[in-house]
Each structure stands twice: as C-alpha cells, then as structure tokens.
C-alpha cells in the first residue's frame, strides 16, 4: 500500500463547477501538507501549505485537513479552463524534510 | 527573479551514454532535491542534498550521481548503469519549513 492515495482521474467538470480532489494517507505522523499545481510539461508550483488540521482558503482555492480520517482535500470555486492541470498532494513529519506525494490528479475544466 | 534554472529542456541519449542534467537555484535554500517523474508513477525522489558536500540516496538512486559542491548548482548525472532513463525530470529546493519550489524540469530521452 503506497503511504499517499490519490485518484489520478481524469476528472472532467464544466466551467464554473465546484472541484473537490482528495488525497488519504497511511502515516499519522505527517504534519505538513500542501497542494501543487503542474501543467503539462512545466514543474510542479505550490498552490496551497497547510499545518495540521482545520481549513485554509486562498482566493477560489480551500485546503482542508482531517487528521483523524488522515484525509486531505482541496476545494476548486468557480473553476475555469486555465485550472485544467494535473493536481498533486504532497505531506511530511515535522522536522524531517523529504515529502511524499501522490501520483496526482488530472483535472480537466471545459468551457 | 528567483528561482530554479534546469537545463536543457530536452535531453537525448544514446545507450551507453553519460549525460548530466543541471540545476541552479538563486533562492539561497539549503536543501535540494531531484526527482523523476513517470506517467503514473508520480514523483520518485532520487537524491537529496541538505547542505554543500554532502547528499543522500532517495528512494532510486541506482543508476545516478549528484554531487553538491556550490549551495547554487545540484548537477545529476544520469550513467549508463541506469535501464530504463526516459522520464521528466525534476529539481527542488527548500528553505527548511515549507514546500519545495521547482524547476520547469528536463525530459531526457533515450534514442
């Protein structure tokens, strides 16, 4: 079992839909959790940085943290085209740098 | 602007061959990072360096170098010991307690 889960989609939505991309993980001890964005063939860009639990909202973007379910999910307002990417999760403990992802989630937002 | 500079963009070579792919940052992160990436597969972390001189193994480092001798620069060289090189690969750094930010990676293919 990969320590990360992530559906890796495609997830197709109109413009304007509500996104909801999740991610579960196996190791209680992350502390640190964070949402990247990656275009095809372009580098990863971080999107969203959380500690622990509770929620965090950013413009049309919410990170939400469940540790007790170890589930996280980041929340897509009024989605457009431009957001059509591949999203990843990405966790570690606290003091200990390297982090783990997901494998991503293709997400594709059509006009 | 800072950032992280990976060169070339794309990357061919021969069976056999060495090729070394390169990676300089002006964040002044301590902690660098490279990783690859494979449809499905997500990103696999092949080395790590936390400070100048001294780097570890991630979880696939068979097959590869680095070395880190300028805070700067965190050069992989890819060697022929490694089968299957055809990937998108990706460098990062970070400052201590936050994400990774990333280069715009190099797809090295073999011909």
């Known amino acids: 079992q990969k320590e990360v889960e992530q559906d890796p989609g495609p997830l197709s939505v109109p413009e304007g839909a509500i996104v909801s991309l999740n991610c579960t993980y196996s190791?209680?001890?992350?502390?640190?959790f964070m949402w990247y964005r990656q275009y095809s063939r372009k580098g990863p860009e971080l999107l969203m940085y959380?500690?622990?639990?509770g929620n965090k909202e950013d413009g049309r973007f919410t990170a939400q943290v469940d540790k007790s379910s170890k589930y996280i999910s980041l929340f897509i307002r009024d989605s457009q085209p431009s957001d059509s990417a591949t999203y990843l999760c990405?966790?570690?403990?606290?003091?200990?740098?390297?982090?783990?992802f997901g494998t991503g989630t293709r997400l594709l937002v059509s006009p | 602007d800072g950032g992280i500079t990976q060169s070339p963009k794309y990357l061919f070579r021969k069976e056999g061959q060495n090729v070394t792919l390169s990676c300089e940052q002006n964040l002044n992160h301590d902690a660098m990072y490279w990783y690859r990436q494979d449809p499905g597969q997500g990103l696999r972390l092949i080395y790590y360096s936390q400070i100048v001189n001294d780097f570890q193994k991630g979880d696939i480092a068979e097959g590869y170098s680095v070395s880190r001798e300028k805070k700067e620069s965190f050069p992989l060289t890819v060697t022929s010991a490694q089968k299957n090189p055809t990937a998108f690969y990706l460098c990062a750094s970070n400052p201590g307690n936050y994400g990774y930010t990333f280069g715009s990676g190099t797809r090295l293919t073999v011909v």
């Open positions: 990405a966790m570690r403990n606290t003091g200990f740098q390297k982090l783990v």
């Open positions: 190791n209680s001890a992350f502390q640190y």
């Open positions: 959380t500690y622990s639990s």
